[in-house]
C-alpha cells in the first residue's frame, strides 16, 4: 500500500503543470505496463472490476486506446447493461450489489459471440425504469479482445465461465494520504469523495445522499469484491497525487458544500480527516487535466464517453 504525505502535496504544487504532467504519465505509465501483460499472454478476454467511484470505465477505455494503436482490435462491454428488470430479480439479488443482478448468461453468451467475432445485439440498461431500455448492434473482433468492466467480473460466478481466456483486472485507488497531524486517509474515503462530485453533478443527488449511500456500497464491496481481488493478475492504482487539489476545488466550491457536511456529519461518518486534505491543500484549476484523464470522469470535461 503506497502512502503518500499532504506536505509533499503542497510542495509539487509550486508548479501546478509539472505536477500534474508528472501524475499523468505516471498513470499513462501503469496502463503501459497493464498492456504490455494482456499482450506477452494473449488471451481474448480481459475481464476489469473495482469499487465503485475507482475509475473502472476510464481505466477500460485507456486500455482499449493504448491496444487499438498496437493494431488490436478492442470491443468494450459494460456489465452493468446486463442487469436483470427489477421483476426479474431472483430473492437473492437483495440489493443492487448483489450477483444475482446480473443476466450472467446472457453477458457470458455476449462475450463469447463477440470473441469469435459475431455481430451482436448489445442490451443497454434503463436505470430509470430498471428494465432493459433496448439493444444496439455491436461487431466482435475475430482475433480481438473483448474488455468487459463491472464489479462482478472477477466474481466466480461469471469469471470461472471465462477464466481460461481471461485476464483478471483489479483497479482502485490503493494509496493512503498522511494528514499534517498523522492521520491516515484511506482509499475509500477518497472515492466517496469522487462520487460526491460525479453524483451532484450528473445524477442531481445530494452530498449527503452520497455519503449515505457509501454505506451501502462499502458492504456490497466487502461481500461481493474484495473477496474476488485474487482473480486479477493485473492491479492498478487508480490515484493521482494532485487529486486532493482537484477534490479542494470542487468540492469546497459547492454552495452546499458548508450547510450539508458539517463537522458533527463528517465525523459520524468517518469524513473528518478527508476533508482535513481537502482544505489543507490548494485547489487546481481544470484546465490543467488532460480531457482523457482519469479524473475527468469524476469531475466532467473527458474526451470519453459514459
Known amino acids: 500500500m503506497r502512502v503518500i504525505d499532504l506536505e509533499n502535496i503542497n510542495y509539487n504544487m509550486r508548479n501546478e503543470t509539472q505536477f500534474v504532467l508528472r501524475c499523468e504519465e505516471v498513470y499513462h505509465d501503469k496502463i503501459s ?22 475509475g473502472k470505465t476510464t481505466t477500460a477505455m485507456r486500455l482499449k486506446e493504448y491496444l487499438e ?19 426479474q430479480r431472483p430473492p437473492e439479488a437483495s440489493d443492487w450489489e448483489s450477483p444475482y443482478c446480473v443476466n450472467i448468461d446472457l453477458l457470458v453468451n455476449t462475450l463469447w459471440q463477440l470473441a469469435e467475432g459475431r455481430e451482436v445485439d448489445m442490451p ?57 497531524d498523522d492521520k491516515i486517509v484511506r482509499p475509500e474515503q477518497l ?3 469522487r462520487r460526491m462530485i460525479r453524483d451532484y453533478y450528473n445524477r442531481g443527488h445530494s452530498l449527503r ?26 492491479h492498478i492504482d487508480t490515484f493521482h497525487d494532485y487529486e486532493p ?13 458548508e450547510k450539508e457536511l458539517d463537522d458533527a ?27 482523457n484523464s482519469l479524473i475527468r470522469e469524476f469531475v466532467g470535461g473527458s474526451s470519453f464517453d459514459y
Open 33 to 54: 505496463a497493464a498492456v504490455g501483460t494482456i499482450l506477452s499472454n494473449r488471451k481474448p478476454f480481459v475481464a476489469l472490476t473495482g469499487p465503485s467511484g475507482s
Open 69 to 87: 494503436n498496437l493494431g488490436v482490435g478492442v470491443t468494450v462491454l459494460s456489465m452493468d447493461n446486463f442487469f436483470l428488470p427489477l421483476d
Open 124 to 180: 443497454w440498461y434503463d436505470f430509470k425504469t430498471g428494465n432493459t431500455g433496448g439493444y444496439t448492434k455491436v461487431q466482435g473482433h475475430k482475433d480481438g479482445i473483448v474488455l468487459a468492466e463491472g464489479i462482478h467480473m472477477l466474481n466466480p460466478m461469471i469469471f470461472d465461465k471465462i477464466r481460461e481466456a481471461a485476464h483478471g483486472v483489479y483497479v482502485a485507488p490503493r494509496t493512503r494520504i498522511i494528514t499534517n
Open 191 to 193: 472515492r466517496v469523495a
Open 209 to 234: 445522499d452520497t455519503v449515505m449511500r457509501a454505506e451501502s456500497v462499502d458492504r456490497g464491496e466487502i461481500n461481493y469484491i474484495q473477496p474476488n481481488k485474487k482473480n486479477a493478475s493485473i
Open 245 to 257: 487539489c482537484i477534490l479542494a476545488k470542487f468540492l469546497l466550491g459547492l454552495p452546499e458544500f
Open 265 to 291: 456529519f463528517l465525523e459520524e461518518h468517518g469524513l473528518t480527516d478527508l476533508m482535513k486534505v481537502v482544505r489543507g491543500v490548494p485547489a487546481l484549476s481544470t484546465p490543467y487535466v488532460p480531457r
